[in-house]
């Protein structure tokens, strides 16, 4: 499976790190776009050195499909969208880094290009993290009866941020990241969502905040967020989604769910279980059973994603299911705007309860566009 | 020491757990337990050396030989009792929630602080061990300013007598953000000192589709000073007595975090027990009480506090009632 990166700005070292490693993989290389910043040259053109692959001379090298069968898009953000379509027109295989777009209008030109697409394209997510996938188990086994609430947690470290995050700006500038923590983070929790119960989002409240002084206030996007979902047939979810200073987890981030259903509850939790050692330094640590688990859920999906390329096949976490989050985080900057209950827009203009909210597919304008990630 | 001579309002499971952990503080005797229900009235008046057991409410809480009235009645009856009692210059304490509204509750402040005694709300909550030491951590300033808060609050509790139960309804229980979402909201308005100024509540019902008050909501709040905060509640675990609590503070320089998963405890079919981080609660509660009330250092639960959590309360239940976010227009600072 000969792979290429187009951008390596965001997320491209740990993706290169696993693919590197596995047997079945070619890098090809790195490349980037002509008129980018001179830092985003650079910092490309640094992952590829330390995935020792190479420094490729143009996108159009990235994704000549007689080189390349499978190119990842790690730009900014605002990159997205407009990169995925010109490599599925190129006709290699893709997977776009999250989230798929910044506005549900881009989304859909990225579907409306999938579908005259020789390959697939997909995007990163967190599905197959070990815990998750444990607890689809329960639920398809029928051990927790109907699932009926979810209260779901995903926070990140803001003493992290310079660590974590390559550059600050790649979440905090509106203009790179397109919006801030519910637009980088909310998608993760809708995924764990639909994934565990199956059901669609009809309804969204959200509240934000610029709370933890990382940068986000100063840049007018929200560093916090609590969100209340409505699902199908009446379940309901919370989600509590930010960087905070701290997060309650092992690493950069934790992530939680805690699954109510009519006959038993479950708790997913991506730090646990987990072996404490005492003593060393630090004089108290945790240890993750395999692993921490931001990286497991990572290298288990670039696994799958490598494995079904092979065979021929797509992932099994597509654009649909990319475009059914951003619909939800749309509908929570709408809320957060309006102080209302926005409906997730669905494809082709309509919302879920009908109500015109002027959603970015909606509207079919840029001021629905404009509206993500802008902190108010 | 003279003892405080209290008098209970009240018959019922909680009103049995108050008779208990007075009689047992020392300095306190209880005189009297007061219901609608002789037999039951006598029952829980047992429970206590010496106590008399009477159906006569309105004379009980105006005695000359009482000190104290703890009301601890269903809640439509608070305000009728919590006012007589000060009226007749007692101080009271009053299990929460206080009051169905906050009009209501305005009027109880005004019968007893208005008349120089006191009236404390049972925010039991307050008085858990771990919730002291989230408390006297945030206290500290080691957190920093707290930003976030999330409490999940899971239990499996169905309230008695079934259909018939009290509880049920919502225009006697004020409706389960009231009856017992003040638990969380007082805890959050406690740990954030803040305001709640916007509320959104969903819910569900798990133990039968058309319950007038569902088993489980959840709430989102946001806090005058900007910060949010996620409240859940369940009634509806499978097992009776099974509790599962999850708290997560975070501040602008640290979080702090509990889980009563990590509780060591008792594992003992059939025999439900709290978990070692909450229990002991109401009788620190009631012996904070008694010493405030003797010594006139100031309440844990002020009423101003009390008055912001259940205007919080009422206005999530509205929430419910009409699926929009209800902003809060509080007037009195904390």
Sequence with gaps: ??????SGVRHAGPYLEILRHDPRVELVGVAEEPGVPEWMLRDSQHVARRAETAWLPSVDDALDPDRVDLAFICSEPTRHARLAITAMKRGVNVVVDKPVATTLDDADLVLDAARDARGFCSVINRTHSPALRRTRRYVDAGYLGLPRHLDVEFLASGRHFSTSVERPGLVIDPALSGGGELLNFLGYCVDAVR????????????????????????????????????????????????RVAFAPGLGPTSSSIRL??????????????????????PALSAHPVGGDGSAVALRLFLDHVV?????????????????????????????????????????????????????????????????????? | MTPLRVAVVGTGSFARE???????????????????????AQSVAALAPGAIGTTDIAGTVGLDGIDAVDV????????????????????????????????????????????????????????????????????????????????????????????????????????????????????????????????????????????????????????????????ELCYALRQPGEFLRRIVLAGTEATLAHSTEADPGLASP????????????????????????????????TNRQARAALMTAVAAQQSLDTGQPVQIEQTVAL
């Design chain 1, 195 to 242: 994934y565990l119960t199956g059901l669609e989002v009809e309804s969204v409240y959200a509240m934000t905040g610029a709370l933890f002084g990382a940068g986000h206030a100063d840049r007018g996007v929200e560093d916090t967020a609590v969100v209340s979902l409505g699902l199908e047939h009446g379940v309901t979810c919370t989600v509590t989604v930010g």
């Design chain 2, 270 to 301: 059939g025999h439900p027990v709290p978990p070692a981080s909450i229990e002991g609660a109401l009788a620190a509660q009631l012996a904070h009480w008694v010493h405030s009330i003797r010594t006139k250092e100031p309440f844990l639960v």
């Design chain 2, 18 to 40: 108050h008779v208990v952990a007075l009689s047992q503080l020392s300095g306190v005797r209880v005189t009297h337990v007061a219901g609608s229900d002789l037999g039951r």
């Design chain 2, 72 to 231: 601890c009645n269903a809640t439509p009856d608070h305000k009728r009792w919590v006012i007589a009692a000060g009226d007749a210059g007692k101080h009271v304490h009053v299990d929460k929630p206080a009051a169905l509204t906050v009009a209501d509750f305005d009027e109880m402040v005004t019968a007893t602080e208005g008349r120089g005694r006191t009236l404390m709300v049972g925010q039991t909550v307050r008085f858990q061990p771990v919730i002291a030491e989230l408390q006297q951590q945030v206290a500290s300033g080691d957190i920093g300013d707290p930003k976030l808060l999330h409490v999940t609050w899971y239990t499996g509790h169905v309230w008695p007598n079934g259909w018939r139960g009290w509880q049920l309804d919502t225009a006697l229980s004020g409706g389960h953000p009231v009856h017992n979402g003040t638990h969380s909201i007082d805890l959050a308005v406690w740990l954030m000192n803040s305001r709640p100024v916007e509320v959104f509540a969903r819910q569900f019902a798990t133990f039968a589709a058309n319950m007038p008050m569902p088993d489980s909501f959840q709430l989102l709040v946001r806090f005058e000073n900007g910060s949010l905060a996620t409240l």
């Design chain 1, 1 to 6: 499976m000969r792979v290429s990166f187009v």
């Design chain 1, 260 to 281: 109510l259903g009519s006959h038993g509850h479950a708790v997913v939790d991506d730090d646990k279980p987990a072996v404490l050692r005492y003593g060393g330094h």
């Design chain 1, 307 to 376: 494995g079904r390329a092979v065979e021929g096949r797509a992932p099994d976490y597509g654009l649909a299911d990319a475009r059914a989050g951003l619909a939800v985080i749309d509908a929570a900057y709408r809320s957060v705007a309006s102080r209302a209950v926005c409906a997730p827009a669905k494809r082709g203009g309509g919302t879920a309860d009908g109500a015109a909210e002027g959603s970015a597919a909606g509207a079919g304008s840029d001021a629905g566009a404009a509206r993500i990630g802008v902190h108010s």
